[in-house]
């Protein structure tokens, strides 16, 4: 079982859609959460990042984090053409290294 | 105030040479983590160095891969006698302190091709 499982899509939704985007982990010892946004042919960009279990918002976007579950997830509202991108959900534990473990990551296409 | 660095953008190696990558991290940071991502795969931890110090280099090939950071100068990702497999896009990203909750801030990556 692989420490962190995202399905990699494609996800294609319609212009002010809702999006859900979705990772399950195996590893308890994760505290850290974090929803990164790769544009094709670009670097990593942090959008969000929470601390062990709870909710977070900042704008369209809102993150959740289930430890009970091993479950997070980034809600998207109102969808725009420019979110199109792919979403890499990634996380890291305590224990005393700093390497994040990242999903497989998610294509998502906004259509206008 | 300029991000993450990385050069070259896009290396063309034939199998068997040497492939030097290079990431100057963000001003004031001083810890620096590659990663490697495959075609149709997310992103693996290779290595994380502060300067002149390797701290995890759990994630790295065991052979032909090193890193470095020096007290002066880019990060250094080396790779010898490169083969087809290390064809990916490799990139770096830094944060300015130790600890799980310092945003890493990643550079556009180096997209290598072993021919």
């Known amino acids: 079982q692989k420490e962190v499982e995202q399905d990699p899509g494609p996800l294609s939704v319609p212009e002010g859609a809702i999006v859900s985007l979705n990772c399950t982990y195996s590893?308890?010892?994760?505290?850290?959460f974090m929803w990164y946004r790769q544009y094709s042919r670009k670097g990593p960009e942090l959008l969000m990042y929470?601390?062990?279990?709870g909710n977070k918002e900042d704008g369209r976007f809102t993150a959740q984090v289930d430890k009970s579950s091993k479950y997070i997830s980034l809600f998207i509202r109102d969808s725009q053409p420019s979110d199109s991108a792919t979403y890499l959900c990634?996380?890291?534990?305590?224990?005393?290294?700093?390497?994040?473990?990242f999903g497989k990551g998610t294509k998502l296409t906004v259509n206008p | 105030n300029a991000g993450v660095m990385q050069n070259p953008r896009h290396l063309v190696r034939r199998r068997g040479q040497e492939a030097r990558l290079r990431c100057s991290p963000m001003?004031?940071?001083?810890?620096v983590y590659w990663y490697r991502q495959l075609p149709e795969e997310g992103l693996k931890f290779m290595v994380y160095?502060?300067?002149?110090?390797?701290?995890?280099e759990s994630g790295m090939p065991k052979e032909r891969f090193s890193a470095e950071f020096p007290k002066e100068g880019p990060s250094i990702l080396r790779i010898q006698q490169v083969v087809r497999g290390d064809s990916a896009a490799y990139f770096c990203?830094?944060?300015?302190?130790?600890?799980?909750?310092?945003?890493?801030?990643f550079g556009p990556g180096t997209r290598l091709l072993v021919l």
């Open positions: 990203a830094s944060s300015p302190r130790a600890g799980f909750q310092e945003t890493q801030y």
């Open positions: 001003k004031g940071h001083s810890h």
């Open positions: 990634a996380m890291m534990g305590q224990g005393g290294s700093e390497k994040l473990v």
């Open positions: 590893n308890s010892a994760f505290q850290y």
């Open positions: 929470t601390y062990s279990s």
């Open positions: 160095l502060q300067k002149e110090n390797i701290i995890d």
